[in-house]
Each structure stands twice: as structure tokens, then as C-alpha cells.
T-cell receptor, first 112, second 112 residues
Framework: EAGVTQSPTHLIKTRGQQATLRCSPI?????VYWYQQALGLGLQFLLW???????NRGNFPPRFSGRQFPNYSSELNVNALELEDSALYLC???????????FGSGTRLTVV | GESVGLHLPTLSVQEGDNSIINCAYS??????FIWYKQESGKGPQFIID?????DKRQGQRVTVLLNKTVKHLSLQIAATQPGDSAVYFC???????????FGSGTQLTVLP
């Protein structure tokens, strides 16, 4: 069974640009979570999607947004990039949002 | 609430010894807990989980203990190996929420 896949693995953007990160959950998982992990820090919850709807978001500004597609894959968009957005962005999926949270390897976003 | 990782505790153990990693969680309403292992540049890897109706759960070389009275979680690794060197995170989930809240992590270093 394929795990959670994220693309791209690395992304370099200029301040003010937009970044789009993608996540494919494990087959059969309907819940997708996005986390930000800045260098040397813990994981900060960004967004939770389930059945195509945004269910909850963390304490991040509106320029962090995303969506979930009918096949349950998800996109995270970060607009008006700032230097402090540089981080590892992790996606996790769960069959039902209750257990079995599995993470992908992340996308390393660098803003210059 | 969100995890704020300002300081990463470290634990150094000799190869072959047992390791104990501790975690104080924040929410008395949390009903599900997970330990993750994260190696440098990779996503968190599931180690073991425990529900709040249990005090102890064992896996292969790992044991998780839950003390709800003092809101404390521990991960015991038996016969620690060099491949166990990584950052270990505990995560909690409050029943009404679906996202995980992460602790700040502990850096485990296994000495030869």
C-alpha cells in the first residue's frame, strides 16, 4: 500500500510569490491534515480537510489556504510568501479523523 | 492549543540500554495519544498509540505508559539501537477535535 505522498519535495520561492504544495493520502483515507514545521520547532497544525470540506484551521493567517479534491488529494496554497514561511510542510491522512494518522515526507519550502 | 517548540530536550543513552522519553500533555479532554519518530529531513513515523481507556500498551521493543492523573505520557525503548537516534514527538487528540497537537519533541542520541 502506498503511503502519503507529497510533491514537490523541495520548493524555492521569492518573497511575495505564491506556493502550491500537493498531497495524496493513503487510499481509502478521507481526512487530510496539513502541518508546518519550522526549523528546530515542533509541528504546528494548519488545516484539516475531510470529505472535500475544510473542517478546522490552526492559528495561521488567511493567506494559508487549501482545498481537497473529490479523490481526497489536497493542495495547500500559501500566498504573499514571507521569509518566515520557510519550513517543512507535512501532510497527514487518516481513514476517519479518529486514528491512524500517517505522515508524508513533507515539502521543504524555502522563501528567499 | 498549538505546540510551541522553543526548546528541544535531549537524551543520550548507550547502545543496548533502555530509553525513557517523557511527555507532559496539556488537555485533560485528550483521549488519544501517539508517539512519532522523526529523522532529519523526513516526516514523522508512527511508533505506537494508546487510547485514554488504557494505561499501557506494548509494541515491538517499545512500550507507552499513560498516566491521566498527572497528564503524563512516556515512551520506553528497550535495547536502544543506533537507528533509534531521532527526534521523538508525542501527540494528543482531544475527542471533539480531529487534529493532533504535538509536543516540542525530544532528541534521542544513541552512543556507541
Amino acid at each position: 500500500e502506498a503511503g502519503v505522498t507529497q510533491s514537490p519535495t523541495h520548493l524555492i520561492k521569492t518573497r511575495g510569490q505564491q506556493a502550491t504544495l500537493r498531497c495524496s493520502p493513503i487510499s481509502g483515507h478521507t481526512s487530510v491534515y496539513w502541518y508546518q514545521q519550522a526549523l528546530g520547532l515542533g509541528l504546528q497544525f494548519l488545516l484539516w480537510y475531510d470529505e472535500g470540506e475544510e473542517r478546522n484551521r490552526g492559528n495561521f493567517p488567511p493567506r494559508f489556504s487549501g482545498r481537497q479534491f473529490p479523490n481526497y488529494s489536497s493542495e495547500l496554497n500559501v500566498n504573499a510568501l514571507e521569509l518566515e514561511d520557510s519550513a517543512l510542510y507535512l501532510c497527514a491522512s487518516s481513514p476517519d479523523g479518529l486514528w491512524g494518522y500517517t505522515f508524508g515526507s513533507g515539502t521543504r519550502l524555502t522563501v528567499v | 492549543g498549538e505546540s510551541v517548540g522553543l526548546h528541544l530536550p535531549t537524551l543520550s543513552v548507550q547502545e543496548g540500554d533502555n530509553s525513557i522519553i517523557n511527555c507532559a500533555y496539556s488537555n485533560s479532554a485528550s483521549d488519544y495519544f501517539i508517539w512519532y519518530k522523526q529523522e532529519s529531513g523526513k516526516g514523522p513515523q508512527f511508533i505506537i498509540d494508546i487510547r485514554s481507556n488504557m494505561d499501557k500498551r506494548q509494541g515491538q521493543r517499545v512500550t507507552v505508559l499513560l498516566n491521566k492523573t498527572v497528564k503524563h505520557l512516556s515512551l520506553q525503548i528497550a535495547a536502544t539501537q543506533p537507528g533509534d537516534s531521532a527526534v521523538y514527538f508525542c501527540a494528543e487528540r482531544e475527542g471533539s477535535a480531529r487534529q493532533l497537537t504535538f509536543g516540542s519533541g525530544t532528541q534521542l542520541t544513541v552512543l556507541p
